[in-house]
Nanobody, 115 residues
Framework: QVQLVESGGGLVQAGGSLRLSCAAS????????MGWFRQAPGKERELVAA???????NYAESVKERFTISRDNAKNTVYLQMNSLKPEDTATYYC?????????WGQGTQVTVSS
């Protein structure tokens, strides 16, 4: 069974940092473009960062210069380093392939940024 399990979320003050992890099991994702998505209450899910292959990355304008996506193919894991967090970053964060694959959505990890 293929699973993507997110972890690393929590409550942090504005200006703080968190590092999210997405551990994959059941298959290798090293050749896939992977993305981190987020969904805030009352809003649609949005892509915040994607990593293509091993190095090429793309970011939503709202997180550029603050978030960094990376991957460790040996561990089948994707990371999202989030710095200078803002209250508007509060959301549930998910990882998935990009474009997303419906059956791979996991429970996500909650990030709450207090002002």
């Amino acid at each position: 069974q293929v699973q993507l399990v997110e972890s690393g979320g929590g409550l942090v003050q504005a200006g703080g940092s968190l590092r999210l992890s997405c551990a994959a099991s059941g298959r290798t994702f090293s050749t896939y473009t992977m993305g981190w998505f987020r969904q805030a209450p009352g809003k649609e899910r949005e892509l915040v960062a994607a990593i293509i292959g091993g190095r090429s990355t793309n970011y939503a304008e709202s997180v550029k210069e603050r978030f960094t996506i990376s991957r460790d193919n040996a561990k089948n894991t994707v990371y999202l380093q989030m710095n200078s967090l803002k209250p508007e970053d509060t959301a549930t964060y998910y990882c998935n392939t990009f474009p997303s694959t419906t059956r791979y959505w996991g429970q996500g990890t909650q990030v709450t940024v207090s002002s």
